[in-house]
Nanobody, 124 residues
Framework: VELAESGGGLVQAGGSLRLSCAAS????????MAWFRQRPGKEREFVAA????????WYGDSVKGRVTISRDNTKNTVLLQVNDFKPEDAAVYYCAADPNTYFRGRDSRFYDYWGQGTQVTVSS
């Protein structure tokens, strides 16, 4: 599976962005898909995950209530809607795939495939 993120950029504090992840591979719909982010000098942080059917979703504590993850298996796409950006949300956002049908956890080591990331900068 190859993953490619898009949709990052400069956003004002309080603003919104929709990040997109395009996946290649015929078995995409079987995978748990997730978003992580990495801030300068920090470890990669779990943001959200969604199971293959799109019914079960998990969110990181720091973003809960402000983000929504969704997927369209017909288009091999995973979306992350982020609202009410805060300065501490500035990071490189990564799309990741775990070749399992069930959610194993928030640890980045569970995810075998990664995109290159998309930078999000927040202006105050």
């Amino acid at each position: 599976v190859e993953l490619a993120e898009s949709g990052g950029g400069l956003v004002q504090a309080g603003g919104s962005l929709r990040l997109s992840c395009a996946a290649s591979g015929r078995t995409f719909f079987n995978y748990v898909m997730a978003w992580f982010r990495q801030r300068p000098g920090k470890e990669r942080e779990f943001v959200a995950a969604i199971t293959f059917g799109g019914i079960n979703r998990w969110y990181g504590d720091s973003v809960k209530g402000r983000v929504t993850i969704s997927r369209d298996n017909t288009k091999n796409t995973v979306l992350l809607q982020v609202n009410d950006f805060k300065p501490e949300d500035a990071a490189v956002y990564y799309c990741a795939a775990d070749p399992n049908t069930y959610f194993r956890g928030r640890d980045s080591r569970f995810y075998d495939y990664w995109g290159q990331g998309t930078q999000v900068t927040v202006s105050s």
